[in-house]
């Protein structure tokens, strides 16, 4: 019996909750933690590394865009593969893969075999991998979702990151006493191990590969790829977004001068009990803090369809501004709108995934996300060099004023007068 003052939507809502915790989600859900909280660990060590080694943030920043330079690449080509064999396997094999990859730059810094252009060899490499297992990630993972509960899937898929990027200020600190990486690096190849014995465990059996002709013909493949680019020609709605994602991932490379302003700026924050490198982690954390709640939010409430476009067309302007002025507040202030960031972060992601990874067809969804995530990718690679090289003439804060109000243009270019076809992928009831 519906209890009283329970409305249909509320009750359609716990049902679709309840249900969402199935095995197969649940393993993905963990795996995808274990190895999201190595990454950041990682991640952010060998950012304090290459800072102190160059002493620039444009080489920092080229470090940075060597990762996402296969993701120019990989991801086109990945995708027609992934849309005829296992995305399963391909996800853990690769997460095995990254496991011995760490492990062996954990042993080389241990060793003191350390330099910049080894790294921005590993870093290339694990770009490469990393753009695979997106592609495959984000196709496999829409097939563990029980149905009617996408948004609240994607909603605990945006928290899993908050979760796990509070380990930064722990790496910090370790490499802070250790005065090396390599530990981290250990400790990041365990996680991967154990994430990938985790999603060897998903039951879920995959039905795309039947469809496809036999794998393995060159000129089947380039078929392949052509069909995927012409869906999304024909799309407009896909091809706003993803033409507005590209550029949006242009500008949020600002995001990579925050560590530099704070290491080159430590002066400012003397009066803080923190070195600045540790202050910033600190901050960063009330980014994480804002996603997690996001995240919470949009797994206990759920939008009406027919507001999902304006909701995300308000977020996509007010982070224009939080971002553009952030650097120029006090400390305090700066928390506050990190956690505002985080949280209308979370609202713009959840939204467009929902909407595009339930629109696209499971047969194309690889080739989609592989389109998707490699002009994503362009847009990231081009922003880092280019707000690098800036900032070496130019203060931080400047850079990053600058180049988020300019996205204001852009958001009324695509999002605004594309409103029709983007909302028709937005507004579903998911």
């Not at 329970?6 to 915790?21: C, S």
């Not at 996509?316 to 501004?321: A, G, K, P, Q, R």
């Not at 850079?399 to 028709?424: C, D, E, K, N, T």
């Amino acid at each position: 019996m519906k209890q009283a003052g329970q409305t249909p939507q509320k009750a359609a809502a716990r049902a679709a909750g309840a249900g969402l915790w199935t095995h197969d989600f649940t393993i993905i859900t963990a795996g995808s933690l274990i190895s999201m909280v190595g990454n950041t660990m990682a991640g952010f060590a060998i950012s304090l590394v290459v800072l102190d080694y160059t002493g620039s943030t444009f080489l920092y920043l080229l470090f940075n865009a060597a990762a996402q330079l296969p993701m120019l690449v990989c991801p086109i080509f990945a995708g027609p593969y992934l849309d005829r064999v296992s995305r399963k396997k391909t996800i853990y094999t690769l997460d095995f893969c990254c496991s011995g990859l760490y492990l062996l730059i954990a042993f080389l810094l241990h060793r003191g075999w350390f330099g910049y252009p080894l790294l921005l060899f590993f870093s290339l490499l694990a770009g490469a991998v990393n753009s695979v297992y997106s592609v495959a990630y984000d196709s496999f993972y829409p097939n563990l979702i029980p149905p009617g509960s996408q948004s609240r899937a994607y909603a605990v898929s945006s928290m899993l990151w908050p979760i796990a990027a509070m380990s930064a200020p722990a790496a910090a600190l370790l490499y802070e006493t250790l005065g090396s990486a390599a530990a981290i690096f250990a400790i990041n190849a365990a996680l991967f191990f154990t994430a990938a014995c985790f999603e060897r465990r998903i039951h879920h059996q995959e039905t795309h590969m039947a469809a496809a002709p036999a794998a393995g013909a060159l000129r089947r493949f380039g078929q392949d790829l052509a069909e995927g680019l012409a869906y999304i020609r024909g799309e407009k709605g896909l091809l706003i977004i993803t033409a507005y994602f590209t550029i949006t991932n242009f500008s949020y490379a600002t995001d990579q001068l925050a560590l530099p302003f704070f290491r080159n700026n430590a002066a400012r924050f003397a009066a803080w009990p923190a070195a600045a490198a540790t202050l910033y982690a600190i901050l960063s954390n009330f980014n994480t803090l804002g996603r997690f709640a996001g995240g919470l939010i949009q797994y206990k409430l759920r939008f009406a369809a027919q507001k999902k476009f304006a909701i995300a067309l308000a977020v996509y302007v007010t982070l224009c501004f939080l971002e553009a002025f952030v650097l120029f507040l006090p400390v305090p202030l700066m928390a506050v709108c990190y956690f505002a960031i985080g949280i209308l972060g979370v609202t713009s992601y959840t939204i467009r995934a929902a909407a595009t990874q339930s629109y696209v067809p499971d047969a194309k969804r690889a080739r989609f996300n592989g389109v998707f995530l490699m002009c994503s990718s362009l847009g990231g690679v081009c922003g880092s060099l280019f707000v690098g090289a800036l900032a070496e003439i130019f203060e931080e804060r400047a850079v990053v004023f600058w180049v988020q109000l300019s996205m204001l243009a852009v958001i009324y270019l695509l999002m605004y007068r594309g409103r029709r076809h983007v909302a028709a992928i937005y507004n579903q009831d998911l």
